[in-house]
């Protein structure tokens, strides 16, 4: 039982949406609860409390683990990594927008991660392409098993059209260019698929953004 995969890749650091055991090592850990709630969590204009928060999350050496935390549960109260609600606010907007290589391996290799929508696509398709089941990709996803269903189904004709663009001969076409007759066949119709690209500059922005 020493070897039960064949997997040699390394496990990927990110933490799971449920992963709290960096909060032991947080500045604010050994705070009263009432004193953690007036700094953390403060009225709209206690700005010496915001500072104090401020001040206290600047030497934290779990702070960028702290706003990731935020960004992933999407906790939209409360002073996390040492930005308040309205500091949070644009990386919110641009969460949505990522899409990181990290998190869709992660996914894939069972992990569970924060997945971006455009993250769950590239699962989807990596999901399609590796031959995996409905339940399995439900099960990574979170999703019913419909809805997982349509998903491959989507994913499916994405990497179909993806490969006519190209012109990827299909797997199984044995037919060669000779054999296609003297050209009188209407021309395929179809629309570029968009490749999906890692956002590097948006994912290494917000490993710094706290």
């Known amino acids: ?26 500045n604010c850990h050994d705070l009263d609860t009432a004193e953690a709630d007036r700094m953390f969590f403060p009225a709209p204009r206690a700005h010496a409390d915001i500072a104090e928060a401020k001040t206290l999350c600047g030497a934290c050496p779990v702070r960028q683990d702290c706003f990731t935390h935020a960004m992933d549960n999407d906790i939209r109260w409360g002073l996390w990594g040492g930005l308040t609600e309205s500091e949070r606010k644009p990386w919110r907007a641009k969460v949505a927008k990522r899409l990181d290589y990290e998190r869709v391996r992660a996914a894939l290799m069972g992990r569970d991660v924060h997945l971006s929508a455009a993250e769950r696509d590239a699962v989807t398709r990596a999901a399609h392409v590796r031959g995996w089941s409905t339940s399995r990709l439900a099960y990574v996803l979170g999703v019913d098993f419909d809805h997982a269903r349509d998903l491959l189904r989507r994913a499916a004709h994405a990497v179909a059209d993806r490969d006519r663009y190209w012109k990827v001969p299909a797997a199984d076409s044995q037919a060669s260019p000779a054999d296609s007759g003297d050209g009188s066949a209407p021309e395929e119709t179809f629309c570029q698929v968009p490749r999906q690209a890692q956002t590097r500059e948006l994912n290494d922005a917000l490993r ?3």
């Open 1 to 26: 039982m020493r070897e039960i995969t064949t997997n040699t890749q390394p496990v990927p650091d990110l933490r799971g949406i449920a992963d709290i055991s960096w909060h032991d090592r947080g």
């Open 208 to 210: 710094k953004a706290a």
